[in-house]
């Protein structure tokens, strides 16, 4: 079958595709930049590309006229504007004045669950409105109703992770009592699929969820208890929704609109009430302990197939978007500012490096402080799956050293936070930077090559006295004293162990084998200053070769 995919770069959009794909359809998708399209797919003789916006009729004069089934996944959910409901309502209009003029027999749509008509949050009445827009296409609908999706990348899963991983403790609001019934992404992939040219389906809303009927509070301790967490959560009722979107934006990685639709659409409970999606499509669902521990498998495997950061929203960005970012050099994004200083560079570096510790911080430090007792505490943002790693690159590190390829040795380090993301953190970039993040500390602190230093006694006949002690001083050693034993005299001295490695044969040949000695170990002395030099020159020089 041909199908039209819109959101084809959003969440649901991009695992859905492939899906498409194995099972046999041709896929027309509708993109406002091609470039931001999935290149594993852009090559495929089954996957055309429509460059259009649904906020723009003109552009839809594209879509291919033969289309049997559509999917509508457009939503504003995350944007800044206060008239998101009217874009919404456009961009729908626009759909259906467009498949209208095509042969499409089916218009499958993914909106939320709406358990009462009163008190909606703006988001749920827009996605209500654009049902009903849907519905007065030529076309059959199926709409699909959701509440929360859990998969490694949702929005709904990060905030979860975000919150279960980062508090220990939490002051929450009332609406974490509210019930709500989680559905894992395989299951929504599976249930979009199952509807698909289903007559019994045509024309009919369904709502879908997962086994298991939660509260938002019961939904965190759930997720501590899969992650092995520790976490007490206590609710009160002084948190206004402005205050809760600002709690979640500052705390989770989700930007201040998406928090503040989610934390406005979380006072509706939204458990399944309109059954008979489960006569139509058979499958197994997945709890909501499952689901997160599925998602944690896909992220350990660094194979997150869509976030819901990857769409961008027709109100908020230009389509031009991709044109002003420059491609990153060697790995980074700069971001670079100026400002005239009347230090000279190696203080204003100095200062740099030691911000934060016992200099403190510009502002706030008494929060500083805090974050740092509690990470020592509980930890910090790194997954308890990664410290191994990180021990790893630490001790790897110390081995190489940073002087010469000399090993690091009696030095403590300690893990005051790092950060953390979904695709690109792995067991490697976590010992990477575990390694970076030493050495650049180590080097910082100005390290110094040091050398075991060895008791020695010789005993030799008094003839050879001189002979002894001028060898001894010429390998850097140090002549603590001597005594007379029997007819032979024993010179106490320390000298470097890098020195006296062949003493033996050296001690033969200037007593004529008369002279007899002994070594153990005494303490570290800084290498100096010269030696250490010629030493890190030699190495450097044998890293260019």
Known sequence: MKILLTGVTG????????FLLKNGHEVVCIVRDTRRFNDNFAHNEKVHLVKADLLDESTLINIPKDIDIAYYFVHSMGSSNSDFSDLEAKAANNFVTAINTTKVSQVIYLSGIINKKENLSEHLKSRLNVEKILQNANANFTILRAAIIIGSGSASFEIIRDLGEKLPIMITPKWLKTKCQP???????????????????????????GPDILTYKEMLLEYA????????????????????????YFVTSTNFSLARSLVNSMKNEVVCNIFGIENIVDTKLIGYSEAIERAFKVIDSNQVPSSWIDATNSATLQNDLIDKIEVPKFGCLVDERKIKLNNNFESTLQNIWEIGGENGW????WAWSLRGFVDK???GAIPKNYVPSVEKGVVGAMAEGVIAGYPLTDIRVTVFD???????????????????????????????VIEPIMNVEVAVPEEYLGSIMGDLNSRRGRVLGMDKVGKKNLVKAQVPAGEISNYAIDLRSITRGYGKFSVSFSHYEELPQNIAQTLIEKHQKSGQE
Do not use: Q
């Open 362 to 365: 510009y502002f706030w430090n």
């Open 183 to 209: 559905i894992a992404i395989k299951n929504v992939i599976e249930y979009l699929l199952g509807v698909i040219d289903k007559k019994e389906a045509f024309n009919k809303i369904f709502d879908i969820g």
């Open 377 to 379: 505490i509980f930890g």
């Open 418 to 448: 790092g950060s953390y993301h979904e695709v690109d953190s792995s067991d490697m970039a976590f010992k990477i930077a575990a390694a970076m993040a030493l050495r650049k500390g180590v080097t910082s602190a100005k390290p110094c």
């Open 11 to 18: 969440y649901i959009g991009k695992r859905l595709l492939p």
């Open 225 to 248: 208890k899969v992650r092995n967490l520790r976490r007490l959560i206590i609710t009160v009722p002084v948190l206004t929704p402005r205050l809760s979107s600002y709690w979640l």
